[in-house]
């Protein structure tokens, strides 16, 4: 089986939504959800519970029907081409999909096999997947007894097992502890480093910082910001310079000052400190030295707080990342729409 | 043929299954051994009408057992099929190029061979009490009740991915389980009871696979029962394996 070719754009997707009925509501889960993803990449989709992650995602892997507008995964349409689709698609659901009552190795032949290898080659990469992943020792005991980091490595491995030129992975650190969750993002830089376009979902910040290359903030089923995690911040909050006069006296003066300078956003006073947002804050700090320099005023504390992708959500959207979870809008979930629960 | 492996491919895997847990097997030819352990006696005394002739129960009574247990494979099929669902697998094994056909019928083949294996031991046990065989109709029927099974298996499947939750399908499967056996007249011959009853066994489609069954067991393999029972049953299989797919084809948690 040779490597799928990745053409330059792994995702396209325009218009798309999809709606669903729960009880006598109509809830709309994605509502007019555009994407581009370079291939190579890999792609973070970040939001909070019930914002149309999944929902997207499995309109992106053929699972679901969209109500409207259309999607073209590497290189194939979603609609009119799906089988065409899934030979370069792999993918890891949330619920992760091993089979518990087959052994690891069962589970491997049999995806190979339906993928369409022959017996010897589906052993073959079966074998490959096993070393790959460090299976050996479990390979051939059944799922059920395998621990959450065992059977993770398992699914993944299911996932990449045609060679995809696009992996989906819907929260694939979800219920890992941090030592599985580091390995499970090293698997996933490899996957990139080799050539495969990754697209997950997550609604870790850090997660969606660290591991992305790019990565689209969705809300309300709808991407509300888009770009590398560096610019999304830079962007949205610049850099916050923290500092803290050795006396509270003048702080006012101080601040309309500080105010005044070019490369200042915008500036806040809370608890003795001046919360500076500058555009560049390594280069302003110097500048901010000067001021406080020249006005001969002792400093007891500066520091430089890097702002957070929940800043970029907060000013999107006027509410925090981390409590702005809502009942997922499932088919099956028969929650009301629209009702915030923290996560 | 890619349609045909995959159908070979999930069936190995159901039945690999199925060997891995011996309590199912057990029980499914526990439960009919024990039909003619203990209800065969019950029935023999209350026989010596036209109906039900006396010497002859066994003769009624075993394709009534077998239809039984035609039933009672397949119904069980919508369990693992929840349990699959919320474990992801179906999930996974759809965005695969797999065929949804072959995806159902792994399962339903697996119940087919769970009815047909146990059937034939049930057969041998009861040719031992006294069971006559007319080997030629004994094969239609179990080629009848097979077709049965896979009726019932696709259409537990189906209502398993529609319904998502065990305690639904549980609720559905029980519920219908009483008049459908009943009235289909496998324990006792509806032709025991009054006509009300008669005319609400017609309504069964199973009622037509036992009518077809006895007269098979009986060695009249050409009588018009049979030719409706293979009719109706075919076209129950039929329908249930077009509805199993569709809903395998949508099938979401």
Redesign the interface.
Known sequence: MPVAESPPVAIQAHGLRKSFRVKTQVVSAVSGLDLTVEAGQIFGFLGPNGAGKTTTLRILTTLLPADAGEAVVAGADVTRSPQRVRRRIGYVGQLGGADGSATGRENLLLQARLYGLTATAAAARAAELIELFDLGPFAGRTVRSYSGGQRRRLEVALGILNRPGVLFLDEPTTGLDPQNRANLWNQVRQLRDSGTTVFLTTHYLDEADQLSDRLAIVDRGRVIAEGTPAQLKQRYSGDTIVITPERPAGLARLEQELASLAFVRSTETRDGSIRLAVTDATQSMAAVFTVLADRDIAVRAASLAQPSLDDVFLHETGRSLRDAGEPAAQPSSGQPAGEQVAV | M?FA??SG?FFR?KL??TL??PVWIITGLSTPLLYLALFEPLLRSVAGGPSLPAGHVLNVFVPGILALMAFGAGMGAGWVVIW?L????I????????SRLALLLGGVLRDVAMFVLPGVVVIGIAIGFGFTAHWAGLALVLVLLALLTAACSATSAALGLRL?QIGSLAAVVTGVQLPLTLLSGILLPLSLGPDWLRVLGHLNPMYYAVQAARDLAAGTITTAAVGTGFLVTGAAAALALWWGTRCFQQA??
């Open positions: 890619t492996l995959q491919l895997r690999l299954e891995r847990q699959e919320d474990s992801g697998v999930e996974r094994l759809r965005v695969t190029p797999a998502k979401m948690t």
